[in-house]
């Protein structure tokens, strides 16, 4: 199984500010993927993460708002632009592992936007 | 767009089975269905997956209906750290879609002592 890890693990942040994400894993994948779960809330994907291209967003998510990089394989950042307190949620980076039958899951950021 | 159904929570005594139903009555013949669990803030952890047969691993077992329309997992023996909401998803096997994957409610399983 894929090591994944995230920083910061969680933040508290003021309206306005941007936060960016890191997601580290310990070997090569082509897919990586960011998901979010608001409070009481199930998971959504957000977008795949690409390297060499841009990210692929799910309806309902911006490039504006959710930049992400993928510089290589085994790295990509999300970044939470102009926040509010709407986008206080957890934040999770998964990998696609297990010969591409398994997603596996960071332990996540947890972010408050006050 | 879950395309899973399942009850909102359950509850068991530590050391007997769990039992955890799943409908998936409009999946496709291509379609695996996937177990997840998510302990209290933390991420999701996969548990297991099949397509038509049974499945069995170090963690749990995988029951499909013939028909594939529904699916039980079980959890021999129950301990308190399995508490978690678990969740049964569908998806496709091959393609674009691999790792979209689209979490429903989930069932919260509480096991008590």
């Known amino acids: 199984s894929a090591v994944i890890s995230q920083k910061p693990s969680r933040d508290i942040c003021q309206r306005g500010t941007s936060l960016t994400i890191q997601c580290q894993v310990d070997?090569?994948?082509?897919?990586m993927f960011w998901y979010r779960q608001q409070p009481g809330q199930s998971l959504t994907l957000i977008a795949t993460a690409n390297q060499g291209s841009e990210a692929t967003y799910e309806s309902g998510f911006v490039i504006d708002k959710f930049p992400i990089s993928r510089p290589n394989l085994t790295f990509s950042t999300l970044t939470v632009s102009n926040m509010s307190p709407e986008d206080s949620s957890i934040y999770l980076c998964?990998?696609?592992?297990?010969?591409?039958?398994?997603?596996?899951f960071g332990s996540g950021t947890q972010l408050s936007v006050l | 767009d879950a395309k899973t159904t399942q009850p909102p929570s359950m509850d068991c005594a530590e050391g007997r089975a769990a039992n955890l139903p799943c409908n998936h009555s409009t999946i496709s013949g291509n379609e695996y269905v996937y177990w997840y669990r998510q302990i209290h803030s933390q991420g999701p952890q996969y548990i297991i997956h099949?397509?038509?047969n049974n499945e069995t691993n170090e963690m749990a077992s995988l029951i499909i209906t013939e028909d594939r329309k529904s699916s039980t997992l079980i959890l021999p023996h129950a301990t308190l750290r399995d508490t978690a909401v678990y969740y049964c998803i569908v998806r496709v096997g091959r393609g674009s879609t691999l790792g979209r994957l689209y979490f429903g409610r989930g069932t919260q399983l509480t096991v008590w002592p």
């Open positions: 070997s090569q994948v082509t897919m």
């Open positions: 099949g397509l038509k």
């Open positions: 998964s990998v696609m592992g297990g010969g591409n039958e398994k997603l596996f």
